[in-house]
Each structure stands twice: as C-alpha cells, then as structure tokens.
C-alpha cells in the first residue's frame, strides 16, 4: 500500500520528509507527537487510487488502452472500501507495532501499563493523565511491575493526599467536632467510634455527645445506648433547639461557687442526615457554626458509593461549609469493608483537597475506625484493581491521550464514512458557516496547500456573501477591544443566529474600520438583527443602532453609573428595585442551572454631567444552583428600550458568549499542537475562533439535531464528549480531518461553497 512512517524534530521538518519521498499529492494518515519530535504516517494518493483500482475487479478486467483513457471516477463498492480498510488498518497496526518494539524509551508500554491500573482501581482517567505526564527516566526500561515504579506510583499518589497525621495533637486540643453527610453513611456509629478513641486515653468524664437527629426513628436512643457503654453525656437536640446555646453550655460551663466542674474537652455532634440535592443543608450547616465554639465540620463519605456521587457531595458540603464561614475540616471514610474498589473515593478525595482523618471498615466500637496509614491505604486501592463488567475502560482510552486519539482517528477515518456524512450534513444544515469551515479545514490539512488558498476561502467578501446569501436571520458578537488573556491577538466577530448561539463565521478585528462607528457601519450591509456587545459602546454609537432598528445587548459591570429616578447609582443599587421576569435554562461548569432574571427601565448617559440620557433596561441575571437553590454566578447587562426586541431570551445565549474567547485560545492551542494551519499565525487564529463558535454551540443547543450531533461526534472519535466544550472541539477536529482524508481518497464528497475569485 506504500504507507510509510516518517519522524522528525518538528512538524516543519517531517512535512519536508514527507514531500521529499512521497510527492506533494499525500494521504496523511497519522499526525502525531512523539518521544523526540513528531510522527506522521503517509501514503502516496496514487498508491490509494491503485489500490481501489486494484481491488475492483472490473478494473483487472479492462484492456490497456481503456485504462489509459481518463475516466470519471467509480463509486466503490462496499467490498471494495471494506477490503481497503483492513489493507490500511493492517498497514497502520503493523507501523505501530514495530515503533513500539523498536523504541528503547519504554514509556509508552509503561505508561499505558499503569494507565490502566489506576483506572481498573477506581481512579479517574484525569488523575492519571496528571500522574503519569512525565515518568522519570530512570524508571522507563524498568517493567511495570517492578518495586521501582510501584514505589515511584505511591509517592505520586500519596503527594496528593493530605490527611490527620498526630491524632494526639487533636485530643490534646479538643474543640467541638460535628459529623455531617448524607443519610446511612455511619454518622452515629463514627461519632461513638471517635468519642471511644479519646475515653482509651483521657476517660468519659471530658466528652460529651450530641444529636441534632430528630427525624429518624431511634437515632437518639442509638447514641444513649453508646454513650451509656462508654460513660459519657449525651444530649438530644430537637429540630427548633438552640445548637449553640447547648454548646456554650457543654464547653463553658458557668460555675458555681465551689464547684470544680471544667467544661468538656471534646464535644461530638451527630447531625441529621441530608441528601447533597436537599435544600435544607445550607441552613444545617449554618447551626454548626452558631454559639462561641462554632464546631469544625467532619464529612463523612461511603466508601462504596460511585465517584461522581461522592463529587456531588463534597461539593455540595464544602459549599455550604464555606458559605457558613469555614471550609469543611476534614473526611472519615466509612464501609471501607463495603467497597469493591477504593480508587474512587480517593480521588475525590485528593481532587477536593480534603484531609482524612480516620477510615472505618465495620461496626464494632472502637475497633473498626482506624488511623490512616497513607501507604498501606493506597496499597490496599491498587491491590484491588482488576476487570469489571462494569468498566467502561477501552483499549484507547487505557493509553495516554495522543496515542489513544490516534487509534481513535484511525478508526473514524476508515470505518466511518457514513457517519461522518450524516453528521457534517446536519451541522451544515443548522450552523450558517458550516461548508466553509469544512473548506477551510480541507485546505490546512492538505499538504502543500498555498497560503493563498487559504486566505481566499478566508476573505471578508466570501463569508459577507455566505451571511447575504442566508435567509435566516443573524446576530453578532463583539468581543472587547483588546486583545483575548494569553493570547496577543483581538477576538474576531462571531456570527450569531437569531437566538444568540454562535455559528462558525468569523471576521478578524484588525481588518475592519478603526473606530466603533466605522465598524459598526461596516457591519450594516450584513444584515444584522441584533448585536451582543462584551463591552458596551459609547452611547452615541448606542442611539444610532435604535435609529436604525437594531437590537443590542451588553455585558457591563455591577459598579457601572446609570441615571435612575434622578439618581446617579450603580447598576447593582439600582437593580435591586427591579422586578423578576422569570428564569432561563443555562449550562454552568458542564451543569444544567437556573438564569433567574431581574428588569429594570433606567437610562444611561456618557459622563455624569451630560444632560441627555438614553433609555435602556438594565437586567440582572443571577445563576442559581438547580438543586439546592445556592448561588453559582452573577451578570449584569444593559440592552435596547426599543418595542419588540426580546432580550430576556437571549440572556442565556449571551451568558454562554462569555467563554468564546477563552475557548477560541483553547482551539488555537489545539491546533498549534496537532500541527495544523502552522504556516499563518493569522489564518489560525481566525479557525480557531470559527472552531469555538461551533464547538460552545454544540455544547450549550439543547435542540434534538445537536444532541444528536453530540452522540455522533462521540462514536466518530471514540471517547465520551458530552457537553463538555473541550471535549467536542477535539472531536470536531477528529471529524473534520477525518472527512478530509476520505474526501481526499474519493471516499466522501466534500462540501461545496462559493469561493470569491
């Protein structure tokens, strides 16, 4: 098949490698990063087309000189595609395994080896993406099993973890400690266990225990039962009663005049058990921290719960904790005994920067709490590592992320030609902009492509007749001025369909007029409905949009000025005498959350002095939890009075345009290390940004093509996107080469668009 491998120190040298031995017209299969430099696994387009020739058997069959004539080229069969792609699978496999026999580095096996170890224990792919960035040198000749790398993989996993080291410092200095968690993780039983570790050393007569319990049948006559077994106080607290007058109490006794009673050293609170989703835990938690020995907050977790569970109740915990003053003091682990793995729990554990103070494995008091030992712990976690039907663990996604992503495209490329077709149809379908990304896409994937090709697929013109041409109606967004954080580059515009979403059409900033009226009349040709400012312009530009009809909307601050009942206040003042309008769905770090509203009709001037003020409505828009009603994030916007602009529902796209620029950095980082569009600094930052329009859109749409488009991108690159931005941006990209190689080998068609001369 002449498919051949080629290494060099960087892109630029193995692309001269290929051209030198291949020829300009190539079929990249592979571009990857590797120990030394980079990898790229080609074949000659000719070899391709002959071997389909080759493998039609009507072809075999021609004379000479009707092989010699040119002719249209054939629709091949099914056979004839499935034959190929074991022939290039075949080919592909067979380079990859004598890279991987021929490198003397070992890191790849190593890697992989303890990649899968630490997943099959429960620990997540990101923490072992983390641990295993860099092994050392000196360890990657040495087998995976060796006392070496287990001893270099414990440090690593004890370096993240941070736990209760002198449990003698703590009894010493005592202080009031509450247990809280979710229902049926063991409070009452860890409070007895705990309480019974300082008895064996200092007596009953300095502890005290308490249940703030009042809704589960028996969970105060359980804690007497301990308390009577151990000799020491307990108390019941009913659901109305003062925690912190009981406390003081307990801890500062008033005394009399010839008593020698001392308040208690150590007080133990079994709090009511909450689900992480219940409302009421804000205010739980809040009474730990009423009276004048507020108690530090213990969490503790089940050891057998999923990992993503025991997330939802760290977060929701900690929150809380520190919405009530103090962060969450520590974790005990509880049902130790329970678990089939102990992976999970860790990770979070270390993820969340929690310190463990205890690990429990059954019921007995006090002998099943236990100190922690780092290293036997974390011992225990590997040794329990092992298959489960239950894995979702694949071959890729066992490897380090390059490798895996290879694999992974290598499939998308050779099997899945339909689905790539179905998906980029829908895309085109709903994202204005789309056939031209995939044009632009083709032209920095071909090797030898001109900068000049590229450039006119990019012009102004070209995507101006694409947005004149639609007959959907548009929106634009406009970043800040400056240049995007990291990057010394401007966010170019961003096309916006008419709810706000945006849509893979960009214009580079540098280009357009100077000044904001001279960019703003450079925009009116599009056609524009409605623009979304990330920063608002002055007000004279402001009243020319209304006296055009054109809808705006502007992040602002809260300490923004505004003129309001004849007051000059800031925007967070005045909002507060608004009225709410309702709340929007929006998505908040990956989760669904509410956007609860606020209007106001004020108005705005230029400076403070100006007579003249223009109408606005001011709105407020404030991200609440959609569980347990918490608070998550605030914005503030100021948007046209004008009749008939509906910008209520256009907040949560404008919410969602605030990662656009930080997203579009992402992409050209992306990019750059994939090695593509290199060539133009320029060029690649402006399919960066079309690449992050689409990218936050498909994250954020909740229509039914884009959850589809989700789940295809998902099956095309073999790894779980979701919704999560990042994850689908590297998909697309997988997708997109993937339909330029097989649109390059006569596989697929590719996107047609009108092109200006």
């Known amino acids: 098949m002449g498919v051949q491998r080629f290494i060099a120190s960087n892109s630029r040298e193995a692309m001269r490698q290929v051209r030198s031995a291949l020829g300009d017209e190539v079929l990249i299969l592979s571009n990857r990063a590797v120990e030394g430099g980079v990898e790229i696994i080609a074949m000659p387009e000719q070899a391709h087309e002959q071997a389909l020739a080759g493998l039609d058997p009507s072809a075999a069959q ?46 790849p096996s190593l890697t992989a080896s303890l990649h899968r170890r ?67 993780v063991g409070k009452t039983t860890t409070t007895a266990k705990l309480a019974s570790r300082y008895v064996m050393r200092h007596g009953p007569k300095e502890v005290a225990l308490v249940t703030t319990d009042s809704y589960r049948i028996g969970a105060a006559e359980q804690l007497r039962i301990y308390a009577r077994l151990l000799g020491t106080e307990v108390h019941a607290l009913e659901e109305d009663g003062d925690l912190g007058e009981l406390v003081a109490r307990l801890t500062q006794p008033r005394r009399a005049l010839l008593s020698r009673s001392a308040g208690k050293k150590l007080t133990v609170i079994d709090t009511v058990g909450m689900s992480q989703r219940d409302q009421r835990l804000v205010g739980e938690i809040a009474r730990l921290a009423e009276g004048p020995a507020p108690a530090r907050r213990v969490l503790v977790l089940n050891a057998a719960s999923h990992g993503d569970t025991l997330a939802q109740v760290i977060e929701a915990w900690q929150q809380a904790s520190l919405d009530a003053g103090e962060p969450l003091w520590g974790c005990i682990l509880t049902k130790l005994d329970e678990a089939a793995r102990l992976g999970s729990v860790l990770d979070v554990v270390m993820r969340h920067r929690l310190k463990l103070c205890y690990v429990s494995r059954g019921q007995r008091v006090p002998e099943d709490l236990e100190r922690v030992e780092a290293d036997a712990l974390l011992t225990e976690a590997l040794s329990l590592a092992g298959n489960s039907p239950f894995d979702e663990l694949r071959e890729t996604e066992a490897l380090p992320l390059p490798r895996a992503r290879q694999q992974a495209l290598s499939r998308g490329v050779l099997r899945q030609g339909g689905a790539l077709e179905t998906t980029l149809g829908t895309l085109r379908q709903h994202n204005l902009g789309m056939a031209l990304l995939e044009q632009v896409w083709h032209r920095a994937n071909r090797v030898g492509a001109a900068s000049g090709d590229f450039a006119r697929l990019m012009d102004d013109m070209t995507q101006q007749r694409l947005v004149a041409s639609s007959r959907t109606s548009h929106a634009l967004y406009w970043s800040k001025s400056g240049n995007v954080s990291g990057v010394d580059r401007a966010m170019p515009l961003v096309s916006l369909d008419h709810h706000g979403m945006p849509q893979p059409l960009a214009w580079p900033r540098h280009r357009l007029p100077a000044g904001q009226r001279g960019q703003l009349e450079w925009a009116r040709p599009l056609g524009v409905g409605w623009h979304l400012f990330a920063q608002l312009p002055d007000v004279p530009e402001l009243e020319g949009l209304d006296s055009q009809g054109q809808g705006w909307l502007a992040s602002v601050t809260g300490n923004r000025r505004l003129r309001h009942a004849g ?47 223009l109408p606005v409505v001011a709105w407020h828009g404030e991200v609440r939890d959609r569980d347990d009603g918490r608070r998550l994030a605030s914005r503030y916007w100021l948007g046209t009075a004008q009749a008939g602009f509906d910008a209520a529902s256009r907040l949560p796209s404008a919410f969602a345009g605030d990662a656009l620029p930080g ?13 593509l569009a290199t060539h133009d600094g320029e060029q690649r930052w402006h399919l960066a940004a079309m690449l992050a329009a689409l990218a936050l859109r498909l994250s954020e749409e909740e229509q039914a093509w884009a959850m589809d488009v989700r789940a295809s991108l998902s099956g095309i690159a073999q790894r779980r996107c979701g919704r999560r931005p990042k994850a689908l941006l590297e998909a697309l990209m997988d997708t997109l080469s993937a339909h330029a190689a097989l649109a390059r080998a006569g596989m697929v068609t590719s996107a047609d668009v009108a092109v200006a001369a």
């Open 62 to 107: 021609a004379s000479p000189a009707a092989a010699a004539m040119p002719e249209p080229a054939a629709t091949p069969t099914v056979e004839t595609l499935e034959a190929l792609n074991r022939r290039l699978l075949d080919d592909v496999r067979a380079l990859l395994h004598d890279n991987a026999a021929s490198s003397r580095a070992g890191s």
């Open 118 to 184: 630490l997943i099959q224990a429960g620990f997540s792919a990101s923490l072992a993406d983390d641990l295993l960035q860099d092994p050392p040198e000196e360890l990657r000749d040495e087998p995976p099993e060796s006392p070496a790398v287990e001893a270099w993989l414990l440090r690593q996993l004890r370096s993240r973890l941070t736990w209760l080291e002198d449990e003698d410092a703590l009894f010493a200095d005592g202080g009031v400690f509450a247990l809280v968690g979710p229902t049926g």
């Open 567 to 613: 007051e000059w206040l800031a925007l967070s003042q005045a909002m507060a005498l608004g009225e709410s309008v309702g709340k929007w769905t929006v998505r908040h770090q990956g989760r669904a959350a509410d956007l609860h509203v606020t209007r106001l009709e004020t108005s705005i001037s230029q400076r403070r002095q100006d007579h003249h003020a």
């Open 663 to 675: 997203m579009t950095r992402q992409a050209d980082r992306i990019l750059i290390d994939r090695g």
